[in-house]
């Protein structure tokens, strides 16, 4: 099956505008479709590559899958599987209900709340509150810790209907969710609709620039429509009446931003904005040539690391995978890496265990099992867990065992010898 979508002119999906290419991955599976071992010749693929829009420099996917064929009752991820994420949405929700939520009877809407990582502290703290993920399995397990939850794709319609029933909101939040929606215009209509006239919209994701500065290619997959900049963030918050009044760079996820969004002039801009925008300026992140250098720096990560890989399997050494990630889809795909030279990969999710990665059909085992029979190498796919991943695991490393990392280029973890990378 093929869910690519014809390769039409390449216009700007915000703003019409010409979109140039940056780089082109070739043919992809959609990158959290574990899939059952006796379905691997039903699934789905379709054509990934990323652009650039001249106009307002949103870099932006050039095929868009239908919502339903990544978010649906099954999908995957559960926010929850990494406490320094349980921990980075504690402190935020935290915050949130001493500075924002201090009026009557505050309420809170999130964008994908997923299996609740955010809206626990809200709950905890007895706030009116509405999740909405269209994801039925992981918006359960929200429901299941007590947070109120809508199985649904948050647009115009929707927005309107909450608002209906429980009024408008203090604030509307949305982690590593917005850059998933490519029909962002229903979102900010909606977002117009249900918005307090001083209320606050805030969101994080993944930032362009470290992207591009650490060689993330890996966090270019399906569900990754937007990779947002401030210069494009505020250019899509003015194209839909708003005003980005604040912007905070993340540690998380190997590089995030946390924007603060609300109607003009309802907010004083926060005074990080002036440095963080020439920080932009001096990345270069809208120059074509230091784009086209990311686009090299990519094709030698892939050559170094199958070089490695199959200098490992050549000398018997056993390989595998840490971290069944989504952007491990995209690793593992664009650089033809299979079972041959990986044989399993290490996951706690219990959704992903017992089937095999998208396109590359790598066994998802869970990791209690990695003790029983370690390998010699273990390539790290979660490697924005590193730290946590890393301490759960001495043993590994303490018995000799090396990690392979291949962002922000290939190099091995722990040991000596033939650590240094091909
Ligand atoms: N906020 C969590 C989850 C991110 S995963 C975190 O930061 O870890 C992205 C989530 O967005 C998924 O659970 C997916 O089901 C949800 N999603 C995708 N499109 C959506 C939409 N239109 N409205 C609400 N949620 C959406
Ligand atoms: P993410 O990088 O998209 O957050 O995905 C991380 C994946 O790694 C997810 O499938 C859960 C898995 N994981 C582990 O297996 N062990 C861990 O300790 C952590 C933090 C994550
Ligand atoms: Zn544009």
Redesign the pocket.
Known sequence: MTLETPPAARTCRLCGGSVSEIFDFGRQPVSNAFVKAEDTGREAFHHLAVGICSSCSMVQLSDELPREAMFHEDY????S?????RQHFEAFAGNLVRTELTGPDPFVVEIGCNDGIMLKTVSDHGVRHLGVDPSRGAAEAAAAKGIDVRVDFFEESVAREIRQAHGRADVIFSANTFSHISYIDSIFRGIDELLADDGLFVFEDRYLGDIVEKNYFDQIYDEHFYLFSLHSVRAMVERFGFELVDAQRLAV?GGAVRYSVARPGARKPGTALPRLFAHERDLGLNDRVKLARFGVNIRRIRHDLVALLTELKGKGFRVAG??????SATVLNYCGIGTDLVECV????PE?QGRLTPGSHLPVVA?ERFAEDYPDYVVL??W??AE??LA?EQAFTAQGGRWILYVPDVHVLGGGGLAAAA
């Not at 599987?81 to 994420?85: H, N, P």
């Open positions: 995957p991820y559960r926010s599987e990494s406490a320094l994420m996820h840490y971290g069944a990630t989504s952007k290490y996951d706690s999710t992903k990791p796919f979660a924005n867990h946590e991943i759960k």
